[in-house]
């Protein structure tokens, strides 16, 4: 991509880096809301509206062929491929998405915003350079650049509705997934918004707005050349903007909202205030690293005697996740092992294999008999994504015969873990045998073994 479009748009965010902060929608009210085709609906929602649940099906929350490139059009430098409430309406009311972005070398995702989610990328393949502009909360014509040199297993995030970018500064493709906290992103290209706009923003509001008179010394461009930019990243905007606003859905995020851009957490273990989170450190002290983890290519420390190894990008190795509403982890799964039962009481789960077979599955409560639930769950494969409504039992289990490895994201900075069998029977102090008797319907010499088994 030549410099002039790289400069260019560089000189214009910095006028319009003051972007605000963009509030989340409320909780689902049901376990699952599985988005129907309402394309010839008489009724306009703020999303899409639910079909009876007892249609759902194990399919509904499950989409394949991550694994893979997406369409790139001839000439484009790069191909997106998303999975949206569009191609798996299970999404719908979850807040989660996540797609896969391939990028030719020298090519540049351009300047844009999510004004409905935080975004999380880790990097597949390749050498990507990225960055985002937070305001400066003393004077919003000023911005401060956060960026890093991002390599394979690196992980960054952008906070939610600030400007930023992707390029790649690598000798070959560049790979790398996204994860947003909507089911709905949104997204706005800044050049194309504002100098493509339909109907045009009048010549003097973009003179004046722009001092378009030191831009076009600078590059030497005509305003009517700027304005008739069709940009050759229009794969991008195509299949991004196209998948995007198609969905007509709401974003939804569980935890508070963001008063501030950013708010990096700060090491409060001798504390003498406990709050809810993380409190923030100075945004001036803020750096890239901040928002930056790696060795997310490798697996992480195994956990003796269960048979998997996970490795988490959290506020403890990633600060500037805090109030952001986002939770990454690695999960290595040997053969024929189990992540157990359990649940995220704050967060809905997606996963994406990068490695082997997975059989997951979760249960959805029966509303006409809570004492039953139904079961929903896939095989899983290489490029495969699968989610999992907030708050509901669910696992994950290596049926074949070599490691799984997978990704999972969550739309909470702290999700929550809460493992099923071992919160029940290995508790402190313990849940009484009587108790523990009439609820499993055990008696207690078999309530003692299994408090054995998990204590």
Known sequence: MSMW??????????????????????????????????????????????????????NDFFASGLNVSGIAAPGAGGAAKFVDVNNMPGLNTLGI???????????FVPFHTHPRATELITVLEGILYAGFLVPDPANFFKSRLFSKILYPGDVFVFPIGLIHFQYNVGNKKAIYLTAFNSQNPGFIFIPNSIFGSNPPIP??????????????????QSLFQIKSITMRMWWFITTLVITAFTCNSPSYAYDNNPLQDICVAVNDSKAAVFVNGKICKDPKLATANDFFASGFNVSGNAVPGFGFATKTADLNNMPGLNTLGLFFGRIDLEP??????????????????????IYAGFLVPNPANFF????????????????????????????GNRKATYFAIFNSQNPGFVIIPNSIFASNPPISDDVLAKGFMLNKTEIAVLRKKFS
């Open 5 to 58: 479009w790289f400069v260019t748009t560089l000189v214009i965010t910095v006028f319009i880096s003051n972007s605000p902060v963009y509030a989340y929608d409320n909780n689902p009210l049901q376990d699952i809301c599985v988005a129907v085709n309402d394309s010839k609906a008489a009724v306009f929602v703020n999303g899409k509206i639910c079909k009876n649940p007892k249609f759902a099906t194990a």
């Open 97 to 107: 998405s996540i797609g896969r972005v391939d990028l030719e070398p020298q090519r």
């Open 203 to 220: 010549d003097d509001v973009l003179t004046q707005g722009f001092q378009l008179i030191i831009a076009l010394w600078l590059f030497g």
């Open 336 to 357: 024929q092992r189990l992540a157990p039962l359990h649940t995220h009481p704050r967060a809905t789960e997606l996963i994406t294999i990068l490695e082997g077979t």
């Open 372 to 399: 039953k639930s139904r079961l929903f769950s896939k095989v899983l494969n290489p490029g495969d994504v699968f989610v999992i409504p907030k708050g509901l039992i669910h696992f994950q289990y290596n049926v």
